[in-house]
Each structure stands twice: as structure tokens, then as C-alpha cells.
């Protein structure tokens, strides 16, 4: 006999939340918010709206699952499970955090304040979670697998995400590495590069929303933005700077299929984070080699 699914209701500490735990009681972060010119009653409103929507969505699980919650700082310790649904329950950039610890579980996305976030990655409201629940159990509804990207050093670590990852310095200092594209470059191009830079960002389609988008913008790329679906990144270097040792002729390009973008490292140390989740990270010393391309792993979306 098979298990019965188990919900896992995927949230995080709201803003109100942090404030009571900073300054102690509702009186002092209401003191606190007024001296920088900001009324504690919006933020506690938020707070009520999320924990009401985090409620109704326990409440439309059906009676035969199991069920479990995970707050986000608790995501790289919590043991997803093959038969698990995840109900993400929150803001756009939640859904990302979740994804890179899943193997294919399908995720349903719920947004408790409509026109707060953007939806594109939370797309239903809460009304409907009992409904999603029950598709996602018959394998009914449709199901988008949208193209994550990983890292894997020679060492075997290994990370992964769902819109970007980022190699470069922990702090603002400068990363030091030679590149080298997944393929031959253009005669035009070296076919690899020492480079000093800010570091580099390789993007997914979802990613292609946020920063990527900023990057390519930034940079004038002529290169097509990846859909989400596509199973296609692209890559930028961050302020490179040409120097006698150092070069700026490799500073965009584009993965498909098994390409892989290869960075040796040739400082003291880099790191590698994915989705802004800097306190889970690859911790890269020199002459490391890590190589950047597509996930084998989905995120397989309730749409």
C-alpha cells in the first residue's frame, strides 16, 4: 500500500514577525518603524494577511494527507520526500528557495498578496489550494518543468537553482579566475581568458525576470532571452577589468543541451550561490575547477 501524499507548506518569518523578535513587543517596533517614518499597522496587516492565507491553505489539505511545514531558513536541513506536494505559500522568490533542494516533486504555488508580487512563479490564490491539491494527487493538472541551472566543482559539490548562480568574491572584492566557454569562441574571441572581475552570473529562463534580465540589459546583449521552459541559460561577467594579465574579450554568451562554461580559480577564494541563498554555498579555493550548465532537475510548476 502506497503512502498518502504529504502536503509540505513552504513559508517564511514575515517582516512583522522579525520586528517583535529585534525590539520585543508590538509598543516598541511600533516606536521603532515611527521614527523612520513608517506605521507599524501596514506591516502587522501584511503579517495577519500571510498567516490567514498560511491557515486557509492547512485547512484545504485533504483529510487523508499528511502534512508537514517548513519555514525558509530551514530548507537546507528539511527532508523532502518522493510523495511529497509542495504547496509554496508566499512571495515569488520562495518558490526559488525551495526549489533547489526538490527531485521532482510538483510545486503549487500561492500567493497571499495578489498584486503585492508579481505571480510568476506563486500564480494561484488561496481559494483554490483544495482544488490544486487534489490535481496535483490525480496527476490532472498541467504541469510546467522549468529549466534549472547547476554548478559542480571537480571536487563533487554541487549546487543548484532555479534563476541564477553566482561565482565570484564573498565580498566586494575582485574574483580571479580563467574562463573558458562551452565551446570554441569566434575567431574574434579568445577561447579562454584570464579575467579580474565582479563575478559571474549564468541564468535560466526564470531568471531571465530578475537579474538576468538587469545584466543583459546592462550589457546591450543582442542574445535572445531564455523562456522559462527553454532549456537554455545565459551567462555574463560582471565589470570585468582588462589589465596586461587580464582580459574582457569573454563576457556574455549562451548553454545549451550539455555545454557546460568552465572557471578555474585562480584566488585565494570564491563562492558559488544560487537564488540570493548565500548561506548555502560552494566555497572554491585555487586552481579549483568549476563547470556551470543546465540541471538535469526540473522545477515541475502546478500551472
Known amino acids: 500500500m502506497s503512502l498518502a501524499p504529504r502536503?509540505?507548506?513552504?513559508?517564511?518569518?514575515?517582516e512583522y514577525e522579525e520586528l517583535l523578535a529585534r525590539h520585543g513587543?508590538?509598543?516598541?517596533?511600533?516606536?521603532?518603524l515611527a521614527s523612520r517614518g513608517r506605521a507599524v499597522e501596514e506591516v502587522a496587516e501584511r503579517h495577519h494577511r500571510t498567516r490567514r492565507a498560511l491557515a486557509e491553505v492547512t485547512a484545504a489539505v485533504p483529510l487523508a494527507?499528511?502534512?508537514?511545514?517548513?519555514?525558509r531558513a530551514d530548507l537546507d536541513r528539511f527532508l523532502f520526500a518522493p510523495e511529497d506536494v509542495v504547496v509554496v505559500v508566499g512571495q515569488d522568490g520562495l518558490v526559488a528557495n525551495a526549489a533547489k533542494y526538490l527531485a521532482g516533486q510538483p510545486?503549487?504555488?500561492?500567493?497571499?498578496?495578489?498584486?503585492?508580487?508579481?505571480?510568476?512563479?506563486?500564480?494561484?490564490?488561496?481559494?483554490?489550494?483544495?482544488?490544486?491539491?487534489?490535481?496535483?494527487?490525480?496527476?490532472a493538472g498541467a504541469i510546467e518543468e522549468l529549466t534549472m541551472v547547476e554548478a559542480v566543482a571537480d571536487d563533487t559539490q554541487r549546487l543548484v537553482a532555479l534563476n541564477e548562480i553566482y561565482l565570484g568574491p564573498p565580498t566586494h572584492q575582485t574574483a580571479r579566475y580563467r574562463l573558458a566557454p562551452a565551446?570554441?569562441?569566434?575567431?574574434?574571441?579568445p577561447a579562454s581568458e584570464s579575467q579580474a572581475s565582479s563575478g559571474v552570473v549564468v541564468g535560466t529562463g526564470t531568471g531571465a525576470t530578475?537579474?538576468?534580465?538587469?545584466?543583459?540589459?546592462?550589457?546591450?546583449?543582442?542574445?535572445?532571452?531564455?523562456?522559462?521552459?527553454e532549456r537554455r541559460l545565459l551567462w555574463f561577467v560582471r565589470e570585468a577589468w582588462p589589465s596586461p594579465t587580464t582580459g574582457t574579450?569573454?563576457?556574455?554568451?549562451?548553454?545549451?543541451?550539455?555545454q557546460?562554461?568552465?572557471?578555474?580559480?585562480?584566488?585565494?577564494?570564491?563562492?558559488?550561490?544560487?537564488?540570493?541563498?548565500?548561506?548555502?554555498?560552494?566555497s572554491l579555493t585555487w586552481g579549483q575547477t568549476v563547470r556551470v550548465g543546465i540541471a538535469e532537475t526540473s522545477l515541475r510548476l502546478l500551472g
Open 183 to 189: 565551446e570554441a569562441a569566434p575567431e574574434s574571441q
Open 65 to 71: 494527507w499528511r502534512q508537514t511545514r517548513v519555514e
Open 249 to 258: 574579450g569573454l563576457v556574455e554568451g549562451e548553454l545549451t543541451a550539455a
Open 25 to 32: 513587543t508590538h509598543g516598541q517596533a511600533a516606536f521603532f
Open 260 to 282: 557546460r562554461l568552465r572557471l578555474t580559480i585562480e584566488t585565494d577564494r570564491l563562492v558559488a550561490f544560487g537564488d540570493g541563498m548565500e548561506t548555502d554555498t560552494l
Open 107 to 139: 510545486v503549487v504555488g500561492i500567493d497571499t498578496d495578489p498584486g503585492r508580487n508579481p505571480g510568476v512563479l506563486v500564480r494561484h490564490r488561496v481559494a483554490d489550494a483544495a482544488k490544486l491539491l487534489r490535481a496535483a494527487e490525480a496527476g
Open 7 to 14: 502536503a509540505v507548506l513552504v513559508h517564511r518569518t514575515t
Open 210 to 229: 530578475g537579474w538576468l534580465r538587469s545584466l543583459w540589459q546592462q550589457a546591450r546583449s543582442g542574445l535572445a532571452l531564455p523562456a522559462p521552459a
